[in-house]
């Protein structure tokens, strides 16, 4: 695959399921733009310091191998082609690597206990007792493991024709590990890099907001519905919960 491919299909499908995020109030907190600001010009709107671009960040979690790994890996998943930039430039990493350290990523807020099945039907929900924090350690591992075996390199060393083979490899449940089902594996990363292209810059992705920017998605405005049902793109930029502006 290209490394701007124009119809990458899951850069083409992120984007089509995503126009529905849920739109975020906080005209309690002060934050965001009320009605009479929407009728102003939007190049006369304040303008609040950006989120710091993706590539400073050093991770608390991933080890520097990992790290390399899920780096590689969401540049594939989302790459940056004429649309704009993908999710290894919105920092997906950064948000992944921050939500390993929540409850989340333990398994807190799931319920862990037996049986457990992993041939149960998909509508019965999460049936493993891995939490993400095992997912993405385990699965990082047996993907590098399986790349050094037939390769010598390990993942985030290959060009990006090689790692997109990989991950359709992965996705399509052709590579079987012994420590983690591969497509519970591809599934986690896939829906953590589109929640970190298109979360708010607060939790470490979408930095400038160019995944919001992309669907046209207004942000944490406090109130946009006059533009709801007039048929054309929204012409003001999206905000974030912290005020600022893309």
Same mark, same amino acid.
């Given at each position: 695959?290209? +490394?701007?491919?124009?119809?990458?299909? #899951?850069?083409?499908?992120?984007?089509?399921?995503?126009?529905?995020?849920?739109?975020?109030?906080?005209?309690?907190?002060?934050?965001?733009?009320?009605?009479?600001?929407?009728?102003?010009?939007?190049?006369?709107?304040?303008?609040?310091?950006?989120?710091?671009?993706?590539?400073?960040?050093?991770?608390?979690?991933?080890?520097?191998?990992?790290?390399?790994?899920?780096?590689?890996?969401?540049? #594939?998943?989302?790459?940056?082609?004429?649309?704009?930039?993908?999710?290894?430039?919105?920092?997906?990493? +950064?948000?992944?690597? #921050?939500?390993?350290?929540?409850?989340?990523?333990?398994?807190?807020?799931?319920?862990?206990?037996?049986?457990?099945?992993?041939?149960?039907?998909?509508?019965?929900?999460?049936?493993?007792?891995?939490?993400?924090?095992?997912?993405?350690?385990?699965?990082?591992?047996?993907?590098?493991?399986?790349?050094?075996?037939?390769?010598?390199?390990?993942?985030?060393?290959?060009?990006?024709?090689?790692?997109?083979?990989?991950?359709?490899?992965? +996705?399509?449940? +052709?590579?079987?590990?012994?420590?983690?089902?591969?497509?519970?594996?591809?599934?986690?990363?896939?829906?953590?890099?589109?929640?970190?292209?298109?979360?708010?810059?607060?939790?470490?992705?979408?930095?400038?907001?160019?995944?919001?920017?992309?669907?046209?998605?207004p942000g944490a405005r406090a109130d946009?519905?006059d533009w709801v049902e007039r048929n054309?793109?929204?012409?003001?930029?999206?905000?974030?919960?912290?005020?600022? #502006?893309?």
């Amino acid at each position: 695959m290209p +490394e701007h491919a124009p119809d990458n299909p #899951r850069r083409d499908f992120l984007r089509k399921t995503l126009t529905l995020i849920p739109v975020v109030t906080v005209a309690s907190t002060g934050l965001g733009v009320g009605t009479s600001q929407l009728l102003a010009a939007p190049q006369h709107e304040p303008k609040v310091p950006a989120t710091p671009p993706a590539g400073n960040y050093q991770p608390t979690f991933f080890s520097a191998e990992e790290w390399a790994f899920v780096e590689a890996a969401v540049s #594939r998943i989302i790459p940056a082609d004429e649309l704009g930039p993908g999710a290894l430039e919105a920092g997906a990493a +950064e948000f992944i690597d #921050r939500q390993m350290n929540t409850p989340y990523a333990t398994g807190a807020q799931w319920y862990m206990h037996g049986p457990f099945n992993a041939d149960a039907a998909p509508e019965l929900g999460y049936q493993l007792q891995l939490s993400p924090q095992q997912i993405y350690r385990l699965g990082i591992a047996a993907v590098d493991g399986w790349c050094k075996a037939n390769g010598g390199q390990v993942f985030a060393a290959q060009d990006s024709a090689t790692r997109d083979r990989i991950l359709s490899k992965i +996705e399509a449940g +052709e590579l079987v590990f012994d420590s983690v089902p591969a497509k519970v594996f591809f599934s986690l990363l896939v829906q953590n890099t589109r929640e970190g292209f298109f979360c708010d810059p607060i939790h470490g992705g979408n930095k400038g907001m160019v995944g919001w920017t992309q669907i046209g998605f207004p942000g944490a405005r406090a109130d946009f519905m006059d533009w709801v049902e007039r048929n054309e793109p929204y012409p003001f930029p999206a905000v974030s919960i912290r005020g600022e #502006r893309a």
